[in-house]
């Protein structure tokens, strides 16, 4: 799988503007912003609330469109892409994390692991039951399988959501506050989970507001005011907090 185009970057945000209509004028949330992101990165988005963090994520992921600029993830022209077209190549290529896990209540952890390998049509039904069961013993949860998400603990939804996001193995896997809605140790055991991640080739970008999960993260993005304040890498060492 070809997720850099030839020139190791995963991600290439060049001049990204992203504006919204409010009443009879505009808002512009991001102002101009350029970055790259190297295959095995660990990259945290840090800045205050409501100051673009969510909606840099969006661009990377497709979600949402840029108003000027342009967004390369794993070599393709995300802002260029129909929404069938982006459907497929998210499922292939990006893994999303959220806050509050978005596990399908009526289905047991493993069939929500199961489900994008169904939607990418990806390894046959046996090899999908036998992936998901292997995933959700690399995040512990081998013994829960069965259980449905309401069963079991918040951190426990979390870790069984990572497990779903590599279901079809995509190399770059994106966190929108992964760990906001976790006490700080559990928060610390999924934020291990990463770095292991990133140790086996994941490049990973993680939007937190938690500081202290942030000075560990080996690259630091600052946004403030929908610009990029600093980047840095600082090895978890010296990263002082916005």
Request: glycine share 10%; aromatic share 6%.
């Amino acid at each position: 799988m070809d997720a850099t185009n030839g020139n190791g970057r995963v991600v290439e945000v060049k001049d990204v503007v992203k504006s919204f209509p409010v009443g009879d004028g505009e808002i512009t949330i991001l102002k101009g912003i350029s970055f790259n992101v190297r295959a095995g990165e660990f990259l945290s988005i840090v800045g205050p609330s409501g100051n673009g963090k969510s909606t840099l994520l969006n661009m990377i992921t497709g979600i949402d469109h840029p108003t000027d600029g342009e967004v390369i993830v794993t070599g393709r022209e995300v802002h260029k892409m129909s929404e069938n077209k982006l459907a497929a190549w998210r499922g292939e290529y990006v893994g999303i994390i959220f806050q509050f896990f978005q596990m399908l209540p009526a289905l047991s952890l493993l069939q929500n692991i199961i489900l994008p390998m169904d939607f990418a049509n990806k390894y046959t039904p046996k090899q999908r039951r036998e992936r998901a069961m292997h995933l959700l013993e690399t995040v512990g949860l081998a013994d829960q399988a069965h259980k449905l998400p309401s069963m079991v603990s918040g951190g426990q939804q979390q870790r069984a959501a990572i497990a779903r996001a590599l279901a079809n193995d995509p190399p770059l896997l994106v966190g929108d506050e992964p760990t906001g809605n976790l006490d700080s140790r559990t928060a610390g055991d999924v934020f291990d989970l990463f770095s292991s991640l990133v140790e086996q080739g994941k490049t990973l970008l993680m939007v937190t507001h938690d500081k202290e999960l942030a000075r560990r993260v080996p690259r630091v993005l600052e946004i403030i005011d929908g610009k990029i304040t600093r980047d840095e890498y600082v090895g978890g060492a010296n990263w002082t907090g916005y």
